[in-house]
């Protein structure tokens, strides 16, 4: 082995990638995505997270401890209920994460210096931020009991005050396992990775090996054909889903409670429109490597920003914007509510909208992206 050989093949190989702007700009901006994405997106903390209030005692004492819990930033401002089966609705249809119910007797309970009970109902599909507003609200209750209420003379020793007590339940996920709320949404992470690269790959490779104009000389048009390469790859991602909901079931106990034909339905419409959205982005690829790492560099953001490892409430407003562009983001939503709520058509209905139109446009996009590269 000589040095000059291997020196010689440094440079032609420099030559290459610096040549190679796809390539180049996809490395050199990974750093920076990490580091946004990680450093604004990864985070325990609970912003703004949707909560609910069904104040059945609408006194002053609970007009305040309204007041105290909004004032909360982990908390947007509440929406009112007038009744429990709202309460329960708010957490079942529209996601949210809490809603505090106060008892009719509540001033009274207080008034007679008697501790006085308020019921916590927490979206346990959402585990870690569950146990942090639950956390919140409890040390607001405190705070409100130490700083609102009048002492009371229980002994000639010491003075006390009449206390907000808090009685916690967690729908969903009685057991906080965070597993539960990981995995019913993690095959949205498997199949984003399937179809995106399986497409955009397919399709850089066909043009590699001069097939694809062979295809384009046929009476198909480039939709058909698209739609026809799609297909095969349906049913591995339907052969991979249906082996990760087993597990999930086998090994943990995580059972799918709504119908398996709407779970199915869902990810039809979402392997469609990931597979167009990966055909899209390969039409910009020169060659199969450069097809990996464009699909690396998409795919990333819809790992992390999609909430299925960390609560979209937690993400700043950018990132927020960022995430409901992102197919990733509505499929692991409806797989939560099928799975953990057993959701129907109703609640999950927005979600298939949106991957649907979602699907369409990257179609179209992609045949007209793909023409005049071909052309």
């Not at 030559?15 to 702007?21: C, E, P, V």
């Amino acid at each position: 082995m000589q040095l000059r050989n291997v020196l010689a093949m440094t440079r032609k190989e420099a030559r290459t990638m610096r040549h190679d702007h796809a390539l180049l700009s996809s490395i050199l901006v990974q750093p920076v995505l990490y580091l946004i994405l990680f450093g604004l997106a990864i985070t325990n903390e609970v912003n703004h997270a949707a909560w609910i209030v069904y104040d059945q005692s609408q006194t002053a004492h609970s007009r305040q401890l309204i007041t105290d819990l909004s004032a909360l930033t982990a908390l947007q401002a509440p929406r009112f209920a007038f009744s429990e089966d709202e309460v329960v609705d708010f957490l079942r249809r529209q996601d949210g994460l809490a809603g505090v119910v106060i008892p009719w007797n509540f001033a009274e309970k207080l008034a007679r210096g008697q501790d006085a009970p308020i019921q916590i109902l927490l979206n346990g599909a959402r585990t870690a931020s569950a146990l942090r507003v639950a956390n919140y609200i409890n040390q607001t209750a405190t705070a409100f009991s130490l700083n609102h209420l009048p002492a009371r003379d229980r002994s000639e020793q010491r003075l006390t005050t009449a206390q907000v007590s808090i009685e916690k339940r967690y729908w969903y996920n009685p057991g906080l396992q965070d597993r539960f709320g990981l995995l019913s949404a993690m095959p949205a992470n498997m199949l984003t990775q399937i179809c995106l690269m399986i497409a955009a790959i397919s399709l850089v490779a066909e043009r590699e090996r001069g097939t694809f104009e062979q295809l384009l000389a046929t009476p198909l048009s480039l939709s058909e054909i698209m739609l026809g390469k799609m297909i095969p790859y349906v049913g591995i991602g339907f052969i991979a889903l249906s082996m990760m909901l087993t597990g999930s079931y086998v090994f943990y106990g995580i059972a799918v409670k709504g119908s398996l034909l709407l779970l199915m339905l869902v990810a039809l419409v979402f392997m469609f429109a990931t597979m167009a959205f990966g055909i899209f982005f390969s039409a910009w690829a020169q060659n199969v490597q450069q097809a990996i790492f464009l699909g690396f560099f998409v795919m990333f953001p819809s790992v992390i920003i999609t909430g299925i490892l960390v609560p979209t409430d937690n993400y700043p407003l950018v990132i927020s914007a960022l995430s409901h562009c992102l197919p990733a983001r509505y499929f692991a939503h409806a797989l939560r509510a099928i799975t953990l709520k057993g959701a129907g058509v109703a609640e999950v209905g927005g979600d298939v909208l949106f991957l649907a139109g979602f699907f369409v446009l990257s179609l179209l996009a992609a045949v007209r992206v793909t023409k005049p590269k071909l052309g």
